[in-house]
């Protein structure tokens, strides 16, 4: 089956600090990878995503490179922010399916401190 | 900005009730998705839905739901009678299309069963 492992968390760093959460996959097709952001309070939000191997995702100073031969889409800033603190999903979704669902993983919980 | 609304924000029921959870999907948007995330758990595919009717739904998703969208506007997840096991945060979301493009979220909905 298909199925999304994130790093376990919570993460706390210092702001500025540079910030990698990883993410490994297993599907049976050819996903397209997300990172999903929830920030208190809010509904998930697309950060970025990468549609085939070796595609660079990136948005507000985040970047995530999809790797098949490691399966791997972990998600990377130099520098975080305060403003960063949020829970971080990685996600795929298969392109052959006439299906559209999304296959989550366990979610990261970071906590940037000042 | 365009955005997918949810109400409501927090809910909370007696075991065996029945609750109607309520989304406004993004108004030009053809896909609607039903997910739920169980505290400390994954967030998980519950249903798609396109051209009134079920697309694709996971094994989760038994008699005791149903999906409905009753105009042009509002799309709605039923539990007919609910249990402990489904108190959890449920999020809809929607989309344009089905490739590898980005679904919207709403921010949730709390269903919490007594």
């Known amino acids: 089956g298909n199925s999304v492992t994130q790093m376990e968390g919570p993460v706390t760093l210092s702001e500025e600090a540079f910030l990698t959460i990883n993410c490994t996959y297993t599907?049976?097709?050819?996903?397209?990878l997300f990172w999903y952001v929830q920030y208190p309070g809010e509904g998930l939000q697309l950060l970025l995503k990468?549609?085939?191997?070796?595609d660079k995702g990136s948005n507000k100073g985040f970047e995530a490179t999809y790797r098949k031969e490691t399966t791997s889409f972990h998600l990377e800033k130099g520098s975080v922010q305060v403003s960063d603190s949020a829970v971080y999903f990685c996600?795929?979704?298969?392109?052959?399916?006439?299906?559209?669902?999304?296959?989550f993983g366990e979610g990261t919980q970071l906590t940037v401190n000042p | 900005e365009p955005e997918v609304t949810q109400t409501p924000s927090h809910q909370v029921t007696q075991m065996g009730q029945e609750v109607i959870l309520r989304c406004v999907p993004i108004?030009?948007?053809?896909?609607f998705y039903w997910y739920r995330q169980i505290l400390g758990q994954k967030v998980e595919f519950l249903v798609s839905?396109?051209?009134?009717?079920?697309?694709?739904k996971s094994e989760i998703f038994d008699d005791q739901f149903s999906v409905e969208r009753p105009d042009g506007s509002n799309f709605t997840l039923k539990i007919r009678s609910t249990k402990l096991e489904d108190s959890a945060m449920y999020f809809c979301?929607?989309?344009?299309?089905?490739?590898?493009?980005?679904?919207?979220f709403g921010e949730g909905s709390r269903l919490t069963v007594l």
């Open positions: 979301a929607s989309s344009l299309g089905q490739g590898p493009g980005e679904l919207f």
């Open positions: 599907a049976t097709g050819y996903p397209s």
């Open positions: 990468a549609t085939k191997a070796d």
């Open positions: 996600a795929l979704r298969l392109r052959e399916t006439s299906g559209s669902r999304l296959t």
């Open positions: 108004s030009n948007h053809l896909y």
């Open positions: 839905f396109y051209n009134n009717e079920i697309s694709e």
